[in-house]
């Protein structure tokens, strides 16, 4: 199994638009082959070190994370994400 791990640093809109981008990135549940499962959700603590926004998925494997990567359902949520981001960290790891 492959975790993808996302900490994301948002622009003024996206921090409007908490909800939506939660929304995006739940509605690819189901619907990718190989994506086992999403979670996210805005930051709570908002410390000096915090993201505001952290997603977390789990693939069955590296080529699933892979075909995720350019699969139709997903760039959409990308696209969206990249009006919305300052920064952002990954960290992928295989269990």
């Known amino acids: 199994m492959l975790k993808h791990i996302v900490l994301y640093k948002l622009n003024e809109e996206g921090l409007k638009n908490l909800d939506k981008i939660k929304n995006n990135f739940l509605s690819m549940r189901g619907k990718i082959d190989g994506l086992l499962s999403v979670e996210c959700g805005a930051d709570v603590l908002k410390s000096e070190r915090s993201f505001d926004f952290a997603l977390v998925c789990e693939f069955e494997n590296l080529e699933s994370f892979k075909a995720y990567k350019t699969h139709p359902v997903h760039l959409p949520v990308k696209e969206y994400m990249h009006t919305v981001v300052?920064?952002?960290?990954?960290?992928?790891f295989i269990e």
């Open 86 to 92: 300052e920064s952002s960290k990954s960290c992928d």
